[in-house]
């Protein structure tokens, strides 16, 4: 079965503009996670959506948002970026968000300039 | 709160070396452990989860729960082992605040010299 597709790969924006991620999860996967990867902090936790509802949100400020349609599809919004927010994001499907294994897409690398 | 650390950003071995990756943990409750691997240019994938008590590619790892403990084996490193080693944890009687969630180490680079 086809993994977790992230699109885009790569990203470059400029400070204050606003951005969007989109990921596709492993058909029949309602529980979609998402993740900011930085050499100094390492991977961290945004929020989970599982069947349009974020059940989960950890430690970002607002300007980290996102939502899950239908399909199981999620997006992610970052507004007014800053250079600190240049990162590579993951996304990470699962059954139901409360099982011991994800799958993980190969991310978006995004750059603010 | 729950962390994880892993102690060692880098390690070197050899070929044919033992090779063992550390990984401590702090939760209240009964974790669910789990390594995952970054290999170059590759996505992060499971390697190991402590539940399955199963040996992949020669793997190995045993939760102890007295040192909080989950630290990965390999008696016999081969040069494909080299890569990104993550440790995690998901915290499943946290109710709401587990959702999806996992906490990750900070890695260790694995570098297998031939």
């Known amino acids: 079965k086809a993994g977790v597709t992230q699109t885009p790969r790569y990203l470059i924006k400029t400070r204050g503009q606003q951005v969007t991620l989109s990921c596709s999860p492993i058909s029949g996967h309602r529980s979609v996670s998402w993740y900011q990867q930085t050499p100094g902090q390492g991977l961290q936790f945004l929020f989970e959506?599982?069947?349009?509802?974020?059940?989960n949100k950890g430690n970002f400020p607002g300007r980290f948002s996102g939502r899950q349609f239908s399909n199981s599809r999620s997006e992610m919004n970052v507004s007014t970026l800053e250079l600190g927010d240049s990162a590579l994001y993951l996304c990470?499907?699962?059954?139901?968000?409360?099982?011991?294994?994800?799958?993980f897409g190969q991310g978006t690398r995004l750059t603010v300039v | 709160a729950q962390r994880v650390t892993q102690p060692e950003k880098l390690l070197s071995v050899f070929k044919g070396a033992p090779v063992e990756l550390k990984c401590n943990y702090s939760?209240?409750?009964?974790?669910?452990l789990f390594w995952y691997v970054q290999y170059s240019r590759q996505r992060l994938q499971l390697l190991l989860r402590?539940?399955s008590r199963e040996s992949i590619k020669g793997f190995t790892a045993d939760l102890n729960k007295g040192e909080t403990s989950f630290h990965l084996k390999k008696p016999f490193a081969q040069e494909e082992d080299s890569a990104m080693y993550y440790c995690?944890?998901?915290?499943?009687?946290?109710?709401?605040?587990?959702?999806?969630?996992?906490?990750f180490g900070q890695g260790t680079i694995l570098t297998v010299h031939p």
């Open positions: 995690a944890l998901y915290g499943a009687n946290a109710g709401g605040t587990s959702y999806g969630k996992l906490t």
């Open positions: 959506y599982f069947s349009e509802t974020q059940r």
């Open positions: 402590h539940i």
């Open positions: 990470a499907s699962s059954f139901r968000g409360r099982t011991t294994e994800a799958f």
């Open positions: 939760y209240s409750g009964s974790p669910e």
